[in-house]
Nanobody, 128 residues
C-alpha cells in the first residue's frame, strides 16, 4: 500500500508561480511512475505531468509544456510540480498519482487508468 499526500495548493494570481508537493508513505520506495493530474470544476480529470524515475525524462501535457517541471526525489519519497505563468484555466484540484509499473511511453504515462495509487488532491485557484 502506498499513501500519497499533496500539499502546496492555494489561491494565486494569474502570472504567479506555485509549487505542489506530494509525499509518499507506506511502500513508497516501490517502483512505479509518478504523475500529476488535475480536475477543473465540471470537467474530467486530465493529465499534467509524469516522471518514470528520478532524473529520467518527464512527460508533460501540451497545455503545460514550458510552464511546469516535475521533479522526483526518491530519497525523500516526494514528487514536486513546479508551475509558472499560471492562468485562470489552471484552476483545478491537483492530484498526485503513482503507478505499479514504470512507464517510458508518453501515451501510457498520461492515462489515469495507468495509475493505481491516488492522493486526496490539493486545490489551486488562479484569479485573473
Amino acid at each position: 500500500q502506498v499513501l500519497l499526500a499533496e500539499s502546496g495548493g492555494g489561491l494565486v494570481q494569474a502570472g504567479d508561480s506555485l509549487s505542489l508537493s506530494c509525499t509518499a508513505s507506506g511502500r513508497a520506495s516501490s517502483a512505479g511512475s509518478m504523475a500529476w493530474f488535475r480536475q477543473a470544476p465540471g470537467k474530467e480529470r486530465e493529465f499534467v505531468a509524469s516522471i518514470p524515475e528520478a532524473g529520467s525524462t518527464a512527460y508533460y501535457a501540451d497545455s503545460m509544456k514550458g510552464r511546469c517541471t516535475i521533479v522526483r526525489d526518491n530519497a525523500k519519497n516526494t514528487v514536486t510540480l513546479q508551475m509558472k505563468r499560471l492562468e485562470p484555466e489552471d484552476t483545478a484540484v491537483y492530484y498526485c498519482a503513482k503507478s505499479r509499473t514504470i512507464y517510458y511511453e508518453s501515451q501510457l504515462a498520461s492515462r489515469d487508468q495507468s495509475y493505481f495509487y491516488w492522493g486526496q488532491g490539493t486545490r489551486v485557484t488562479v484569479s485573473s
